[in-house]
Protein backbone atom coordinates (compact mmCIF):
# COMPACT_ATOMS: atom_id res chain seq x y z
CA UNK A 1 0.00 0.00 0.00
CA UNK A 2 1.66 3.41 -0.79
CA UNK A 3 -0.16 6.38 -2.10
CA UNK A 4 1.20 9.94 -2.75
CA UNK A 5 -0.88 12.41 -0.94
CA UNK A 6 1.17 15.47 -1.57
CA UNK A 7 4.08 17.35 -2.64
CA UNK A 8 5.97 20.60 -0.86
CA UNK A 9 8.56 21.93 0.26
CA UNK A 10 10.39 22.75 3.46
CA UNK A 11 13.12 25.19 2.86
CA UNK A 12 15.62 23.45 0.06
CA UNK A 13 13.60 20.28 1.13
CA UNK A 14 11.57 18.47 -1.15
CA UNK A 15 9.08 16.08 0.47
CA UNK A 16 7.26 13.90 -0.22
CA UNK A 17 4.16 12.96 1.92
CA UNK A 18 3.53 8.99 1.55
CA UNK A 19 2.04 6.23 3.34
CA UNK A 20 3.66 3.03 3.73
CA UNK A 21 2.78 -0.16 5.63
CA UNK A 22 5.57 -1.41 8.17
CA UNK A 23 5.04 -5.62 8.32
CA UNK A 24 7.38 -5.51 11.32
CA UNK A 25 4.53 -3.31 13.28
CA UNK A 26 1.50 -5.41 12.93
CA UNK A 27 3.04 -8.03 14.96
CA UNK A 28 1.75 -8.33 18.49
CA UNK A 29 4.14 -6.47 20.55
CA UNK A 30 4.16 -8.32 24.00
CA UNK A 31 7.01 -6.00 25.68
CA UNK A 32 4.93 -3.06 24.89
CA UNK A 33 8.18 -2.32 22.38
CA UNK A 34 9.66 0.89 21.43
CA UNK A 35 6.60 2.67 22.49
CA UNK A 36 5.44 2.03 18.85
CA UNK A 37 1.84 0.56 17.89
CA UNK A 38 1.38 -0.73 14.71
CA UNK A 39 0.96 2.06 12.83
CA UNK A 40 1.18 3.14 8.65
CA UNK A 41 4.43 5.42 8.86
CA UNK A 42 4.24 8.80 7.01
CA UNK A 43 7.01 9.17 5.37
CA UNK A 44 8.41 12.79 4.02
CA UNK A 45 11.24 12.38 1.37
CA UNK A 46 14.49 14.55 2.00
CA UNK A 47 16.58 15.48 -0.11
CA UNK A 48 20.69 14.80 0.06
CA UNK A 49 22.42 17.72 1.97
CA UNK A 50 25.91 18.63 2.70
CA UNK A 51 26.64 19.81 6.62
CA UNK A 52 27.37 23.04 7.28
CA UNK A 53 29.85 24.40 9.92
CA UNK A 54 26.54 24.70 12.06
CA UNK A 55 23.78 22.66 10.83
CA UNK A 56 23.54 18.70 9.68
CA UNK A 57 23.92 17.05 6.54
CA UNK A 58 21.28 14.13 5.17
CA UNK A 59 22.07 11.27 3.19
CA UNK A 60 18.80 10.97 0.99
CA UNK A 61 16.06 9.94 3.16
CA UNK A 62 12.94 9.31 4.05
CA UNK A 63 11.59 10.10 7.28
CA UNK A 64 8.22 8.99 9.16
CA UNK A 65 6.71 11.31 11.30
CA UNK A 66 5.12 9.90 13.41
CA UNK A 67 7.96 7.11 14.90
CA UNK A 68 10.71 8.89 13.81
CA UNK A 69 12.10 6.35 11.89
CA UNK A 70 14.33 6.90 8.84
CA UNK A 71 14.50 4.85 5.77
CA UNK A 72 16.86 4.63 2.49
CA UNK A 73 13.51 4.03 0.31
CA UNK A 74 10.13 5.05 -0.12
CA UNK A 75 8.32 1.69 0.93
CA UNK A 76 10.07 1.64 4.21
CA UNK A 77 12.01 -1.59 4.02
CA UNK A 78 15.84 -0.43 4.56
CA UNK A 79 15.66 1.52 7.91
CA UNK A 80 18.45 3.67 8.45
CA UNK A 81 17.29 5.33 11.90
CA UNK A 82 20.21 7.52 13.23
CA UNK A 83 22.47 6.93 9.87
CA UNK A 84 20.85 9.53 7.84
CA UNK A 85 22.12 12.57 9.44
CA UNK A 86 25.89 13.70 8.68
CA UNK A 87 26.60 15.67 11.81
CA UNK A 88 27.92 19.13 11.96
CA UNK A 89 31.16 19.50 13.46
CA UNK A 90 30.89 23.30 14.32
CA UNK A 91 33.12 26.19 13.61
CA UNK A 92 36.39 27.09 13.60
CA UNK A 93 36.80 29.87 15.00
CA UNK A 94 40.70 32.10 15.04
CA UNK A 95 40.17 35.18 16.75
CA UNK A 96 36.91 35.93 17.13
CA UNK A 97 35.90 34.83 13.66
CA UNK A 98 34.87 31.24 12.13
CA UNK A 99 37.48 30.54 9.64
CA UNK A 100 35.14 28.02 7.47
CA UNK A 101 32.42 29.94 7.19
CA UNK A 102 33.18 34.15 8.06
CA UNK A 103 30.73 34.21 11.47
CA UNK A 104 32.23 36.98 13.64
CA UNK A 105 31.96 36.11 17.34
CA UNK A 106 28.43 37.74 18.58
CA UNK A 107 29.01 41.10 19.58
CA UNK A 108 25.35 41.98 20.55
CA UNK A 109 24.88 40.14 23.91
CA UNK A 110 24.38 41.16 27.26
CA UNK A 111 28.00 40.93 28.43
CA UNK A 112 29.27 42.08 31.99
CA UNK A 113 33.33 42.77 32.88
CA UNK A 114 34.54 42.02 36.03
CA UNK A 115 37.51 44.38 37.59
CA UNK A 116 40.08 44.20 40.14
CA UNK A 117 40.39 46.72 43.00
CA UNK A 118 42.16 48.92 40.92
CA UNK A 119 39.85 49.01 38.16
CA UNK A 120 41.42 46.85 35.97
CA UNK A 121 39.06 44.32 33.71
CA UNK A 122 39.75 40.62 34.72
CA UNK A 123 36.94 39.24 33.07
CA UNK A 124 33.89 38.85 31.17
CA UNK A 125 30.47 37.10 31.55
CA UNK A 126 27.35 36.75 29.28
CA UNK A 127 24.02 37.79 31.26
CA UNK A 128 21.53 37.68 28.79
CA UNK A 129 20.32 37.99 25.15
CA UNK A 130 20.83 41.93 24.84
CA UNK A 131 20.26 43.14 21.09
CA UNK A 132 21.05 39.81 19.54
CA UNK A 133 18.75 38.58 16.91
CA UNK A 134 21.02 36.28 15.41
CA UNK A 135 20.11 32.92 14.88
CA UNK A 136 23.83 31.31 14.95
CA UNK A 137 25.92 32.36 17.92
CA UNK A 138 29.50 32.27 18.06
CA UNK A 139 30.36 33.00 21.90
CA UNK A 140 33.55 35.34 21.81
CA UNK A 141 37.20 34.38 23.08
CA UNK A 142 37.62 37.89 24.54
CA UNK A 143 35.36 40.95 24.64
CA UNK A 144 36.86 43.92 23.48
CA UNK A 145 36.30 47.39 25.54
CA UNK A 146 38.44 50.81 25.03
CA UNK A 147 40.66 48.48 23.32
CA UNK A 148 41.46 46.08 25.80
CA UNK A 149 40.62 42.31 24.94
CA UNK A 150 39.14 40.82 28.30
CA UNK A 151 38.52 37.40 28.61
CA UNK A 152 35.28 36.17 28.45
CA UNK A 153 34.76 33.19 31.22
CA UNK A 154 31.26 32.78 31.94
CA UNK A 155 27.53 32.20 30.83
CA UNK A 156 25.28 33.64 33.89
CA UNK A 157 22.42 31.65 35.53
CA UNK A 158 19.50 31.76 33.23
CA UNK A 159 21.26 34.02 30.45
CA UNK A 160 19.51 32.36 27.31
CA UNK A 161 16.99 30.99 29.51
CA UNK A 162 13.39 30.73 26.72
CA UNK A 163 14.96 32.22 24.52
CA UNK A 164 13.61 32.30 20.87
CA UNK A 165 15.44 32.24 17.37
CA UNK A 166 18.84 30.73 18.92
CA UNK A 167 19.42 27.93 16.68
CA UNK A 168 22.89 27.23 17.15
CA UNK A 169 25.73 27.96 19.99
CA UNK A 170 29.43 27.75 19.77
CA UNK A 171 31.41 27.93 23.07
CA UNK A 172 34.78 28.83 22.96
CA UNK A 173 37.39 26.78 25.45
CA UNK A 174 38.03 30.00 27.49
CA UNK A 175 34.56 29.54 29.07
CA UNK A 176 35.17 28.23 33.03
CA UNK A 177 31.63 28.35 34.15
CA UNK A 178 27.83 27.83 32.83
CA UNK A 179 25.15 28.01 35.79
CA UNK A 180 22.37 26.65 36.23
CA UNK A 181 19.09 26.88 33.79
CA UNK A 182 21.81 28.83 31.10
CA UNK A 183 20.15 27.74 27.96
CA UNK A 184 16.95 25.91 29.59
CA UNK A 185 13.88 25.63 27.50
CA UNK A 186 15.28 27.76 24.56
CA UNK A 187 12.94 26.88 22.14
CA UNK A 188 14.98 26.94 19.07
CA UNK A 189 18.36 25.74 19.79
CA UNK A 190 19.12 22.46 17.80
CA UNK A 191 23.40 22.42 18.27
CA UNK A 192 25.97 23.25 20.54
CA UNK A 193 29.13 22.93 19.73
CA UNK A 194 32.46 23.28 22.78
CA UNK A 195 35.65 24.62 21.04
CA UNK A 196 38.59 21.37 22.18
CA UNK A 197 39.95 21.85 25.03
CA UNK A 198 37.54 23.30 27.45
CA UNK A 199 38.58 25.04 30.45
CA UNK A 200 34.83 24.17 31.36
CA UNK A 201 34.90 21.15 34.71
CA UNK A 202 31.52 21.30 35.61
CA UNK A 203 28.12 22.52 34.61
CA UNK A 204 25.43 23.48 37.32
CA UNK A 205 21.69 22.29 36.97
CA UNK A 206 19.36 21.85 33.84
CA UNK A 207 21.75 24.05 31.92
CA UNK A 208 19.68 22.47 28.52
CA UNK A 209 16.83 21.12 30.17
CA UNK A 210 13.86 21.54 28.02
CA UNK A 211 15.59 22.59 24.77
CA UNK A 212 12.87 20.65 22.57
CA UNK A 213 14.90 20.63 19.69
CA UNK A 214 18.14 19.98 20.28
CA UNK A 215 19.42 17.71 18.48
CA UNK A 216 23.56 17.82 18.45
CA UNK A 217 26.16 18.35 21.66
CA UNK A 218 29.52 17.82 21.15
CA UNK A 219 32.02 18.73 23.81
CA UNK A 220 34.89 19.04 21.51
CA UNK A 221 38.38 16.99 22.21
CA UNK A 222 40.55 17.60 25.53
CA UNK A 223 37.14 18.62 27.33
CA UNK A 224 38.02 19.33 30.82
CA UNK A 225 33.96 18.63 31.65
CA UNK A 226 34.19 16.32 34.73
CA UNK A 227 30.89 16.81 36.41
CA UNK A 228 27.37 17.49 34.29
CA UNK A 229 24.65 19.11 36.42
CA UNK A 230 21.42 17.62 37.48
CA UNK A 231 18.93 16.95 34.74
CA UNK A 232 21.46 18.91 32.17
CA UNK A 233 19.81 17.22 29.19
CA UNK A 234 16.50 16.53 30.70
CA UNK A 235 13.67 16.86 28.31
CA UNK A 236 15.33 17.02 25.14
CA UNK A 237 12.87 14.78 23.34
CA UNK A 238 15.27 15.17 20.18
CA UNK A 239 18.56 14.88 21.06
CA UNK A 240 20.21 12.45 18.63
CA UNK A 241 23.87 12.76 19.01
CA UNK A 242 26.40 13.79 22.12
CA UNK A 243 29.69 13.58 21.56
CA UNK A 244 32.02 14.04 24.67
CA UNK A 245 34.97 13.79 22.44
CA UNK A 246 38.47 12.05 22.70
CA UNK A 247 40.03 12.46 26.06
CA UNK A 248 37.16 13.58 27.94
CA UNK A 249 37.51 13.60 31.65
CA UNK A 250 34.14 12.98 32.63
CA UNK A 251 33.54 11.07 35.56
CA UNK A 252 29.65 11.03 35.91
CA UNK A 253 26.74 10.66 34.36
CA UNK A 254 24.25 12.73 36.88
CA UNK A 255 21.30 12.39 38.27
CA UNK A 256 17.95 13.17 35.35
CA UNK A 257 20.86 13.95 33.31
CA UNK A 258 19.56 12.52 29.96
CA UNK A 259 15.65 11.47 31.31
CA UNK A 260 12.97 11.36 28.46
CA UNK A 261 15.56 12.24 25.79
CA UNK A 262 12.81 9.91 23.77
CA UNK A 263 15.33 10.62 20.53
CA UNK A 264 18.64 9.24 21.68
CA UNK A 265 20.14 5.76 20.33
CA UNK A 266 23.15 5.22 21.95
CA UNK A 267 25.85 7.35 23.71
CA UNK A 268 29.32 6.40 23.68
CA UNK A 269 30.32 6.79 27.33
CA UNK A 270 33.92 8.21 27.97
CA UNK A 271 35.93 5.39 29.78
CA UNK A 272 36.60 7.49 33.23
CA UNK A 273 32.74 7.31 34.01
CA UNK A 274 32.60 6.10 37.39
CA UNK A 275 28.75 6.32 38.11
CA UNK A 276 25.53 6.23 36.83
CA UNK A 277 23.37 8.07 39.12
CA UNK A 278 19.83 8.09 39.49
CA UNK A 279 17.01 8.54 36.73
CA UNK A 280 20.40 8.78 34.26
CA UNK A 281 18.86 7.34 31.34
CA UNK A 282 15.34 6.82 32.51
CA UNK A 283 12.74 7.19 29.77
CA UNK A 284 15.28 7.16 26.82
CA UNK A 285 12.81 4.32 25.50
CA UNK A 286 14.91 4.39 22.21
CA UNK A 287 18.07 3.68 23.02
CA UNK A 288 19.42 0.52 22.57
CA UNK A 289 23.16 0.40 23.28
CA UNK A 290 25.25 1.44 26.31
CA UNK A 291 28.28 0.28 27.00
CA UNK A 292 30.68 1.18 30.37
CA UNK A 293 34.40 0.62 30.84
CA UNK A 294 35.62 -1.09 34.29
CA UNK A 295 35.67 2.26 36.00
CA UNK A 296 32.31 2.37 36.25
CA UNK A 297 31.58 1.41 40.26
CA UNK A 298 27.46 2.50 41.29
CA UNK A 299 24.36 2.51 39.34
CA UNK A 300 21.62 4.66 40.56
CA UNK A 301 17.94 4.12 41.28
CA UNK A 302 15.79 4.21 38.16
CA UNK A 303 19.07 4.52 36.33
CA UNK A 304 17.60 3.12 33.00
CA UNK A 305 13.99 2.85 34.33
CA UNK A 306 12.00 2.44 30.87
CA UNK A 307 14.36 1.95 28.27
CA UNK A 308 12.59 -0.01 26.56
CA UNK A 309 14.60 -0.88 23.32
CA UNK A 310 18.02 -0.81 25.32
CA UNK A 311 19.12 -4.82 23.98
CA UNK A 312 22.86 -4.47 24.80
CA UNK A 313 24.65 -3.01 28.08
CA UNK A 314 27.97 -4.06 29.08
CA UNK A 315 28.43 -2.89 32.54
CA UNK A 316 32.50 -3.46 32.68
CA UNK A 317 33.97 -5.43 35.68
CA UNK A 318 33.75 -2.87 38.13
CA UNK A 319 30.75 -2.33 39.37
CA UNK A 320 29.73 -3.13 42.75
CA UNK A 321 26.21 -1.05 43.75
CA UNK A 322 23.10 -1.26 41.67
CA UNK A 323 20.15 0.72 42.75
CA UNK A 324 16.49 -0.37 42.93
CA UNK A 325 14.67 -0.32 40.02
CA UNK A 326 18.00 0.32 37.62
CA UNK A 327 16.52 -1.94 35.08
CA UNK A 328 12.54 -1.16 35.22
CA UNK A 329 11.29 -2.12 32.44
CA UNK A 330 14.37 -2.91 30.04
CA UNK A 331 11.64 -5.25 27.99
CA UNK A 332 14.10 -5.90 25.27
CA UNK A 333 17.46 -6.69 27.01
CA UNK A 334 17.77 -10.32 26.61
CA UNK A 335 21.25 -10.35 28.82
CA UNK A 336 23.27 -8.80 31.34
CA UNK A 337 26.25 -10.00 33.45
CA UNK A 338 26.93 -8.90 36.85
CA UNK A 339 30.76 -8.68 37.49
CA UNK A 340 32.43 -10.26 40.34
CA UNK A 341 32.61 -6.89 42.07
CA UNK A 342 29.13 -6.62 43.10
CA UNK A 343 28.17 -6.39 46.18
CA UNK A 344 25.05 -5.22 46.23
CA UNK A 345 21.52 -4.93 44.13
CA UNK A 346 18.75 -3.18 45.26
CA UNK A 347 14.80 -4.44 45.26
CA UNK A 348 12.92 -4.74 41.85
CA UNK A 349 16.56 -3.91 39.69
CA UNK A 350 14.82 -6.16 36.53
CA UNK A 351 11.14 -5.72 36.99
CA UNK A 352 9.27 -5.48 33.42
CA UNK A 353 12.27 -7.28 32.07
CA UNK A 354 10.25 -9.95 30.56
CA UNK A 355 13.17 -11.56 28.34
CA UNK A 356 16.04 -11.25 30.46
CA UNK A 357 18.39 -13.52 31.34
CA UNK A 358 21.21 -12.73 34.39
CA UNK A 359 24.47 -14.20 34.22
CA UNK A 360 26.51 -13.73 37.55
CA UNK A 361 29.91 -13.92 36.77
CA UNK A 362 32.01 -16.43 38.79
CA UNK A 363 32.93 -15.56 42.43
CA UNK A 364 29.34 -13.29 42.81
CA UNK A 365 27.91 -13.70 46.17
CA UNK A 366 23.96 -12.79 46.23
CA UNK A 367 24.41 -12.96 49.81
CA UNK A 368 23.98 -9.19 50.82
CA UNK A 369 21.95 -8.20 47.68
CA UNK A 370 18.87 -7.09 48.81
CA UNK A 371 16.21 -10.21 48.86
CA UNK A 372 14.20 -8.41 46.61
CA UNK A 373 16.89 -7.66 43.67
CA UNK A 374 15.22 -10.33 41.32
CA UNK A 375 11.79 -10.47 42.91
CA UNK A 376 10.47 -11.07 39.41
CA UNK A 377 12.14 -14.84 39.20
CA UNK A 378 14.41 -13.83 35.63
CA UNK A 379 16.82 -17.03 34.67
CA UNK A 380 19.61 -17.03 36.82
CA UNK A 381 22.74 -18.39 35.20
CA UNK A 382 26.17 -18.83 37.16
CA UNK A 383 29.28 -18.26 34.98
CA UNK A 384 31.35 -21.34 35.60
ZN1 LIG B 1 6.36 5.25 11.57
ZN1 LIG C 1 31.69 28.48 10.74
Redesign the pocket.
Known amino acids: MKLIKSIFAIVTLACILLFASCANNQTDDTHGGNNESAHDHTLVEYSARDP???SNGYLHHFKCDECGKAFSDSEAKNDISGREIIYAE????VDNK??????KAESNLYYRGYKNSAGEFLYSVVSGIGKCTASDI?LPTYVSSGGEKIPFERIDAGAFKDVKGVRSIYIPSTVKAINQNAFRGCADLEAVFFEDASLCEAFSSSVFQDCKKLEIVSFGNNSNLKHLGNSVFKGCVRLSFVDFGMQSKLEGISEYCFDSCHTLGSVSIPVGVKTVSSKAFSDCFRIRTLYFSDALTEIGDLAFEGCEALEAINLGHGVIKIGNYAFSGCASLSSVTIPAATKNIGSYAFEKCSDLTITLAKGVSTQNFNPYWNYYNNPVVNKE
Open positions: ECAGHKVCEVCGLI
